[in-house]
């Protein structure tokens, strides 16, 4: 009979291992609510913007490119957060994947901002200050991620790091 039991998978965690905490906040984030703000986040620009494409050469083309950058991230972020969340080997390797990815896309995005859409002069200023303020809550996305994998006790003790 104890033999049975240890060749049983393991369905209940000690505390501290397993996926709950932060470590299933961060899963529902990645797999729920990053598509959830990504299709918002694009339907909204798209509407925002289609007023300016007959007169903002390089626009369409710049959002068509970047939704596509977008759509990679959201799959990739919903695999992460599947592997984090079903407990896979390589799960936090995975992990960490998709957030340099997302800051690879990130720096590829804004370069793309000014290097493909001619903006109107009028415009410049506010596109910086929305450029900003994206590029800043990424970051503290990015790190508060990151440093959550690197440093958490029940990563750790669940993926066995």
């Not at 965690?13 to 905490?21: I, Y």
């Not at 919903?78 to 690879?104: D, N, Q």
């Not at 800043?136 to 440093?147: A, P």
Request: proline residues 3%; glycine residues 6%; aromatic residues 12%.
């Amino acid at each position: 009979m104890p033999e049975d039991i240890e060749s049983q998978d393991r369905t209940v965690s000690a505390p501290g291992e397993g996926v709950g905490g932060w470590l299933l906040v961060l899963c529902v984030v990645w797999v729920v609510a990053t598509p959830l703000v990504a299709a918002h986040n694009l339907l909204s620009h798209f509407q925002q913007a289609s007023s300016d494409f007959a007169y903002t050469r390089g626009l369409e083309q710049y959002l068509v490119l970047v939704s596509g950058m977008r759509l990679f991230l959201v799959i990739f972020s919903m695999h992460a957060g599947i592997c984090l969340w079903t407990e896979r080997p390589r799960a936090v390797r995975t992990a960490k994947r998709y957030l340099w990815s997302f800051l690879v896309c990130l720096i590829v995005g804004v370069a793309l901002a000014f290097l493909m859409v001619e903006w109107p002069e009028d415009k410049m200023e506010d596109l910086v200050r929305e450029i900003a303020i994206e590029v800043g809550e990424s970051l503290i996305f990015f790190t508060t991620c990151y440093l959550y994998l690197v440093k958490s006790k029940r990563v750790k003790s669940t993926y066995m790091q």
